[in-house]
């Protein structure tokens, strides 16, 4: 079988440490983050904010574990340089030396509420609005990138990929959050800092690229131009034809893949529609305030108006008991599917992205559903209960799942019980993993995923702020 990006590794026991990390202690709760000396990039801000959380979480294993995953993407992914005289941050996923846009964005997404107490940190997120916006120029149908933007491709599943492949890009899978997870760190970070340093002409060209691919895959006028199969003995890693499976032009905007990378069964994902409704009106937030240019926030609104309407008309279904939910994937012709994928954007993650209020009826109800047996990928076994995805197969819990579980959540028992799940399943690492086995969680994939240590760090983050008495009482 072709590995993919997230079977690339074996699972469980024999998985290695990633060459970053160091081996599992000897001894409980000493830390597992790099040598100062090995760190790619220490921020003054960040450690700060280590201790000062730290010291607020009563539970030790939950203390240890945020100690190791906060900074993780700062200790281990991140590549600093210049293009230009600018900083250029260059943010791998771990395990996989690639940019992916949606995973870099919420890799650094943690660290947002410290980019104005240290300039350094702040040039980490200007290099990667740079570096994305480059990114997103040379291809916006691409979902991950090579740091040598004139290298072909590296990643052995993807050589033989029957699709445009330019240098630079590192994979060509089109996912609607690939485009839209850029707009919103920019966002994020306009928000916090008012700094206008990143928005020149470059950003400016690949927002309008942005929309314009949007735009071009509602396929109100044929099915545009991308293509993409491949070889491999999973039907979610190619498209049906190139293409995908038929669908009806209904204002709706196609995504060939899920945010998990695995190819859509219906080419509406409604999850990712609703974000890029969201970050499309971020976009022209930015587009009047932090780059003054009328015309692309024009087309921003515009845009999104059009598509929540259509969302309005066809993003939802009835499941057998007549509840009305958000559907996972619709066709236009009245086919839908309705599950939940641990990745974001998802039926579950819709609160925490923005995309809905957390006490909206629809959503509440489309969340309780995904956290059901409704959904074919939830899983409840001896160690955990929580939401996979075909990706890793059946059994296979997705922590990432129970952190935005707990985001989303204002049920003190919820969050602990999700709090509870995450420290007694990283199977003595420290650290949070892609997926592990419902029933044995020493069985595991990924032992370096930046963006679900990152989102755990966030979560520790968000409560410290929010509920800080469930962190200061014993678990």
């Not at 919103?184 to 700094?195: H, N, P, S």
């Not at 259509?310 to 086919?335: H, I, S």
């Not at 990283?426 to 370096?448: L, V």
Request: hydrophobic share 45%.
């Amino acid at each position: 079988m072709i590995p993919t990006r997230r079977t690339l590794l074996a699972t469980g026991a024999a998985f290695a440490a990633a060459p970053a990390l160091a081996a599992p202690p000897a001894a409980p709760f000493i830390s597992r983050r790099p040598a100062v000396s090995d760190r790619r990039f220490t921020s003054v801000a960040v450690e700060a904010e280590i201790q000062r959380v730290s010291a607020r979480i009563a539970d030790p294993k939950l203390r240890w574990m945020f100690a190791n995953c906060y900074p993780n993407t700062l200790d281990t992914t991140v590549r600093m340089s210049q293009v230009d005289g600018a900083p250029d941050a260059f943010v791998i996923t771990g395990d996989i030396p690639c940019l992916w846009l949606r995973d870099s964005a919420a890799q650094l997404k943690p660290y947002l509420h410290l980019a104005n107490r240290d300039p350094a940190l702040a040039d980490v997120f200007r290099g990667l609005i740079a570096r994305q916006a480059r990114s997103i120029l040379i291809d916006p149908y691409a979902n991950a990138f090579m740091e040598d933007p004139s290298a072909a491709s590296n990643l052995e599943w993807a050589l033989s990929d029957e699709t445009e492949m330019k240098p630079g890009v590192a994979e060509r899978k089109w996912e609607i959050d690939s485009l839209c997870y850029p707009i919103r760190l920019a966002y994020g970070y306009w928000r916090q800092t008012r700094d206008p340093r990143p928005f020149d002409t470059t950003w400016a060209a690949a927002a309008a690229a942005s929309v314009r691919t949007l735009r071009e895959q509602q396929r109100k006028d044929g099915p545009g131009p991308y293509r993409f199969r491949r070889k491999a003995n999973q039907p979610t890693e190619t498209l049906l034809w190139g293409q995908g499976n038929p669908t009806r032009p209904v204002g709706l905007i196609h995504s060939a893949f899920r945010p998990s990378d695995d190819a859509c069964l219906y080419p509406f994902l409604i999850p990712a529609n609703l974000f890029a409704v969201t970050t499309l009106r971020e976009l022209a937030v930015l587009a009047v305030e932090a780059r003054p240019d009328p015309a692309l926030a024009a087309q921003a609104t515009a845009l999104a108006d059009e598509v929540e309407a259509a969302l309005r008309q066809w993003g939802t279904m009835r499941l057998r008991d007549g509840r009305e939910v958000w559907a996972y994937e619709v066709d236009g012709f009245g086919n839908a599917v309705f599950m939940d994928d641990a990745n974001a954007p998802s039926l579950s993650s819709l609160a925490y992205l923005g995309c809905v209020s957390p006490t909206d009826p629809l959503w509440r109800r489309t969340r309780d559903a995904a956290w059901s047996p409704d959904n074919p990928w939830f899983f409840k076994g001896r160690a955990a209960e929580g939401i996979g995805g075909p990706h890793v197969g059946l059994g296979q819990v997705w922590p990432m799942s129970l952190i935005i579980r707990a985001l989303s959540s204002d049920d003190p028992a919820v969050i602990r019980a999700c709090l509870r799940q995450l420290r007694d399943t990283d199977a003595a690492a420290g650290f949070m993993h892609e997926a592990f086995d419902q029933d044995d969680p020493t069985r595991f994939t990924r032992s370096w995923f930046a963006w679900a240590n990152g989102l755990f760090g966030e979560l520790i983050v968000h409560l410290d702020q929010t509920a800080p008495a469930l962190l200061q009482e014993a678990l």
